[in-house]
């Protein structure tokens, strides 16, 4: 296996390992958004090395996929090229193949994209069925890997399917994007030497995506790079937002309204106020939606302190940068965000954004704070206006086992952030509104996690605990 151009991944990693040294037959299910690397850490944990592997193609109707199929045997067998029937015939050719494989080694096969080749009317997933039942179950050295970015598909068909795909799958791998750490190491090895503040704000408009971030240049600043690959005319991710949702959700138009809905309220919305926004109908197929895109990592499910009910926000760091400055700009200045430099509504989308990054990275700032260890439960907390406190508003809580209780305030600045009378008052309040409205015992520990601290003067001392954006990298 090639390891070394691997950043990161080393649970899959090791849980890939543990698929190959088991003497069982493997159903591997990768899963994670489109361009997150499912593809590259198969192709480099196998090292391209696979007995069969077929990749399926978007929007083609059944015959173009069994053609595909023919292409791809023929190219393994060396036969003349016959093109299968259906799917059924597909599937019983690939086995009188995988017959044709010694059987002192493993077997790999590798279908990538697997829910493009499930068209309309094509049978796929019946005959899929009929193979692994039929045969692959049985056949001891066969190591079955499935990829697809189409999570609802994946959901439906691998993770819930209640026919002859039940409970078949033997591991399930979630690809997440990369974590700040992670994006700081890759951008390493392609010669890019950014300071964290700079590595914070790219991660705040494109999040962890590998090949988001593989498009970044070495000998251009942050700012001209993001002109670059959004801006310009023909850019790289000019119009990767109508693909992204269409190759992730069938009906991609309704998943689009509910995004845009959740892009316009900051801390999130209920179920109820996304039917409201979104104008969609209220039944079970929204929330079947929402359950697809949190699935999918577009969404985050925030519990509310004191509250029952879900609140949704829109996580995706794409999705929120081009409902905020790409929808609207695209086309109009080649250096739109170089311009944007002091911007009020671009000060106003990092202090919000950093916010998400912060809620992404929840295990490095329980370290900075010295709590790993001990258990915990993450919320919000939005005032219901009781004693003159209406918009008290609390970022992130952090209550723990131990009694204690981190209020954290989410800042986003150049340097130290400086509390001044006015804020100072304004965060006495939160807490005593706090205090009063949830009638909480625990020990209260006003925490900051900012950029580069907290300035010391007369108003810091308010601060019992300090977690700053190096913290957010380990």
Request: aromatic share 14%; glycine share 6%; proline share 2%.
């Amino acid at each position: 296996m090639d390891r070394s151009e691997i950043i990161g991944r080393k649970q899959e990693i090791d849980r890939l390992d543990r698929c190959m040294d088991s003497s069982e037959p493997q159903l591997i299910a990768l899963y994670g958004r489109r361009r997150v690397g499912k593809t590259f850490l198969v192709n480099h944990y196998f090292n391209g090395r696979f007995d069969f592997k077929l990749t399926g193609i978007y929007d083609q109707p059944v015959d173009i996929q069994l053609k595909n199929f023919a292409i791809e045997l023929s190219g393994q067998t060396g036969d003349d090229m016959v093109i299968p029937s259906d799917w059924m015939e597909a599937f019983s050719m690939l086995k009188s193949y995988i017959e044709s494989r010694p059987d002192d080694s493993k077997v790999v096969v590798f279908f990538d994209e697997m829910p493009w080749m499930d068209t309309v009317k094509s049978g796929f997933v019946a005959a899929f069925e009929w193979f692994w039942n039929s045969y692959g179950n049985a056949r001891t050295n066969l190591v079955f890997v499935i990829c697809g970015s189409a999570t609802s598909w994946m959901r439906a068909n691998l993770d819930a399917n209640k026919g002859g795909l039940y409970n078949r799958l033997t591991c399930r791998l979630y690809l997440r994007p990369f974590t700040l750490a992670e994006t700081e190491q890759y951008l390493q090895s392609r010669g890019i030497s950014w300071s964290r503040y700079d590595i914070v704000e790219c991660y705040m408009i494109i999040g962890g995506i590998p090949y988001y971030q593989s498009l970044l240049l070495p000998d251009m600043s942050l700012a001209q790079n993001v002109d670059n690959i959004f801006f310009r005319k023909r850019a790289e991710l000019w119009d990767e937002f109508r693909f992204l949702y269409q190759t992730l959700f069938k009906n991609s138009a309704a998943y689009i309204s509910i995004a845009e809905a959740l892009s316009r309220k900051r801390n999130g919305m209920t179920r109820d106020e996304i039917v409201r926004a979104s104008g969609l109908p209220n039944n079970g197929r929204i929330t079947q939606m929402l359950d697809d895109m949190e699935y999918s990592g577009f969404v985050r499910i925030n519990d509310q302190y004191g509250v029952k009910g879900k609140r949704y926000q829109l996580s995706d760091y794409y999705s929120l940068f081009y409902f905020r400055f790409i929808k609207d700009n695209y086309g109009r200045d080649e250096h739109f965000w170089s311009h944007m430099l002091d911007n009020p509504a671009r000060r106003a989308w990092a202090g919000l954004t950093f916010e998400q990054v912060c809620m992404d990275h929840i295990p490095q700032i329980k370290k900075g704070l010295g709590i790993s260890g001990v258990l915990s439960e993450n919320s919000v907390w939005t005032s219901r206006g009781d004693d003159g406190h209406d918009g008290a508003q609390i970022d992130l809580l952090i209550k723990r086992r131990d009694r204690v209780t981190n209020i954290c305030e989410i800042k986003f600045s150049t340097g130290e952030f400086a509390i001044d009378k006015k804020y100072d008052l304004a965060l006495r309040n939160k807490i005593t509104a706090f205090q009063s409205e949830t009638g909480t015992k625990d020990t209260l520990q006003l925490t900051f996690i900012t950029t580069y601290g907290v300035k010391k003067n007369k108003y810091s001392g308010i601060v019992q605990n300090e977690v700053t954006m190096d913290d957010l990298f380990a």
